[in-house]
């Protein structure tokens, strides 16, 4: 069993749609959970950071974590063209050793 | 701040020939990683190093991959021989060394191999 699992996609959605991006874990030591985005050809970038269960918001995104359900999730409101990305999801135990996830692929329709 | 840098961004080489790639982290991270991503895959770590002495090789193929950070500032990766299976970005990755903070990205160099 991989330690993170994450639907690849392809997510195709209408602009203005609310998006929902999930990953699942299998180890509940995990403490600290990323959200990163990549576009094409560039490198991941930081788009959330989270420690243990709770939910965070940073203007159209939300992330959310439930270590009760080995659970997290990335919600992205009235989504736009520019969203179109893929979108990792990663955690780390220790803050040290990282886990990700294989990536769902986003397209935002104009 | 500067971000992570690496070069060169893309590189094309046939199989069996060498190839290396490099990396300068963010100004004080004393962490560094590198990652092997296969197109449609997430990252995959290779190789760890906290300062110059290396944490975590256990995924780096050692016949042929090998990685330095001398001084604990800049790293090289090197692939000899290619394979054609080495096609991928190698991204390198910077993080501070501590708990609260989590590491950031380079924007990797696309690797063909003929």
């Known amino acids: 069993q991989k330690e993170v699992e994450q639907d690849p996609g392809p997510l195709s959605v209408p602009e203005g749609a609310i998006v929902s991006l999930n990953c699942t874990y299998s180890?509940?030591?995990?403490?600290?959970f990323m959200w990163y985005r990549q576009y094409s050809r560039k490198g991941p970038e930081l788009l959330m950071y989270?420690?243990?269960?709770g939910n965070k918001e940073d203007g159209r995104f939300t992330a959310q974590v439930d270590k009760s359900s080995k659970y997290i999730s990335l919600f992205i409101r009235d989504s736009q063209p520019s969203d179109s990305a893929t979108y990792l999801c990663a955690m780390t135990k220790t803050g040290n050793q990282f886990y990700f996830g294989t990536g769902t692929s986003l397209t935002v329709i104009p | 701040e500067a971000g992570v840098a690496q070069s060169p961004r893309y590189k094309i080489i046939e199989k069996r020939q060498s190839v290396a790639f490099w990396c300068n982290p963010i100004s004080g991270h004393a962490t560094l990683y590198w990652y092997q991503q296969i197109l449609g895959q997430g990252p995959k770590l290779l190789i760890q190093f906290q300062n110059n002495g290396v944490v975590d090789d256990s995924q780096l193929p050692k016949d042929r991959f090998s990685a330095e950070r001398l001084k604990g500032v800049d790293s090289t990766l090197k692939i000899q021989p290619a394979k054609l299976e080495d096609s991928a970005v190698y991204l390198c990755a910077t993080h501070r060394g501590d708990r609260t903070d989590t590491q950031y990205f380079g924007p990797g160099t696309r690797l063909t191999v003929l």
């Open positions: 989270t420690y243990s269960s």
């Open positions: 180890n509940s030591a995990f403490q600290y």
